[in-house]
C-alpha cells in the first residue's frame, strides 16, 4: 500500500507557472505508475498526465500538451507536475494517483490510491 501527499497548489495568475508535488510513502515507488488528475465542482475527475514506474514514458492530455510536463524522482519518492502558462480553465483540485499494474494509464479506474488533493486557482 501506498500513501500520497500531494503539496504546492496555490493561487497564480493568468500565464504563470506552478510545480506540484506529490511524495509518495513505501519502498518500491518505482514499481508504481504514477498520474496527475484535476476535477472542478460538478464535474467527472479528469486525466491530465501520467508517467511510467521508470520515468520513461509520459502520456498527458491533449488539453495540457506542450504546457504541462511529469517527472519523478524515484530516489526521493516523488512525482511531480511542472505546470507553465496556466489558464482559467486550469482552476481545479489536482490529485496524485498512483498503481502498481504497468505500463501507464490515463483512466481513473486504472489508479489504486489517491492523495487527498491540493487547490490550483489560476486567475484571468
Known amino acids: 500500500q501506498v500513501q500520497l501527499v500531494e503539496s504546492g497548489g496555490g493561487l497564480v495568475q493568468a500565464g504563470g507557472s506552478l510545480r506540484l508535488s506529490c511524495a509518495a510513502s513505501?519502498?518500491?515507488?518505482?514499481?508504481?505508475?504514477m498520474g496527475w488528475f484535476r476535477q472542478t465542482p460538478g464535474k467527472e475527475r479528469e486525466f491530465v498526465i501520467a508517467?511510467?514506474?521508470?520515468?520513461?514514458?509520459?502520456s498527458s492530455a491533449d488539453s495540457v500538451k506542450g504546457r504541462f510536463t511529469i517527472s519523478r524522482d524515484n530516489a526521493k519518492n516523488t512525482v511531480y507536475l511542472q505546470m507553465n502558462n496556466l489558464k482559467p480553465e486550469d482552476t481545479a483540485v489536482y490529485y496524485c494517483?498512483?498503481?502498481?499494474?504497468?505500463?501507464?494509464?490515463?483512466?481513473?479506474?486504472?489508479?489504486?490510491?489517491w492523495g487527498q488533493g491540493t487547490q490550483v486557482t489560476v486567475s484571468s
Open positions: 494517483a498512483a498503481d502498481l499494474r504497468p505500463p501507464i494509464a490515463a483512466q481513473r479506474y486504472e489508479y489504486e490510491y
Open positions: 508517467i511510467s514506474g521508470s520515468g520513461g514514458t509520459t
Open positions: 513505501g519502498r518500491t515507488f518505482n514499481r508504481y505508475r
